[in-house]
């Protein structure tokens, strides 16, 4: 089954604690992207790749980083969280070459950060 | 600076009431406009994406439409189960992928 897999699905951690959230799709999709999803914000757009190797910032990257070493795999590397981090993560991928650029999204991540 | 502005942020509908939803945006030109939708506790799916002003897309009961200042989600008949957040996008032709999205509409059909 073509799917985007985030783990993991809730994670209640404390501020500092280095972290990593894992994103993984099976589609061999170029383009794989974080969001953050925040109530009366929306979905805002962390950090995006084009490529193995190639990553880019969207509207808010601070505090995060991320890595490309392999096309299915995108991690979302927060290394010292804060509350103001405390969201709801999505990962999402799609193909550079489809006319219609339809991203897949995962099913999500629950971050809460005390 | 790239925007997407997205009205109402909620809308009540009886089950067959047609209404619209609205998709404003500003960039510097436009990539593509995307529209998906939501259900709680979920990632988005996607619906339709619209490329050039005057093109119309549609699916079921959704139809999409565009213009060079915005783009109209039209639900013809609504049911219960379109109850959903609907969201729209922007990506941008200045030299990046980036996507900018509104912060949805949240549909509500009641029966």
């Known amino acids: 089954e073509a799917q985007v897999t985030q783990n993991p699905r809730y994670l209640i951690t404390v501020t500092g604690k280095k972290l990593t959230v894992t994103c993984s799709q099976n589609m061999n999709h170029e383009y794989m992207s974080w969001y953050r999803q925040d109530p009366g914000l929306g979905l805002r757009q962390i950090y995006y790749s084009m490529n193995v190797e190639v990553t880019d910032k969207g509207d808010v990257p601070e505090g995060y980083k991320v890595s490309r070493k392999e096309k299915r795999n995108f991690p979302l590397i927060l290394e010292s969280p804060s509350p103001n981090q405390t969201s709801l993560y999505f990962c999402?991928?799609?193909?550079?070459?489809?006319?219609?650029?339809?991203?897949?999204f995962g099913p999500g991540t629950r971050l809460t950060v005390l | 600076e790239d925007q997407v502005t997205q009205s109402p942020e909620a809308l009540r509908l009886q089950e067959g009431e047609s209404s619209s939803l609205n998709c404003s945006y500003t960039?510097?030109?436009?990539?593509?406009l995307f529209w998906y939708r939501q259900d709680p506790g979920k990632g988005p799916e996607f619906l339709f994406t619209l490329y050039s002003a005057g093109e119309e897309k549609e699916k079921e009961r959704l139809k999409a439409t565009l213009t060079k200042k915005e783009s109209f989600l039209h639900i013809t008949a609504p049911k219960p189960e379109d109850s959903a957040t609907y969201l729209c996008?922007?990506?941008?032709?200045?030299?990046?992928?980036?996507?900018?999205f509104g912060t949805g509409t949240r549909l509500k059909v009641l029966a």
């Open positions: 960039v510097s030109g436009l990539r593509g």
């Open positions: 996008a922007v990506q941008a032709t200045s030299g990046t992928y980036k996507y900018i």
């Open positions: 999402a991928s799609s193909l550079l070459d489809r006319p219609d650029n339809e991203q897949f």
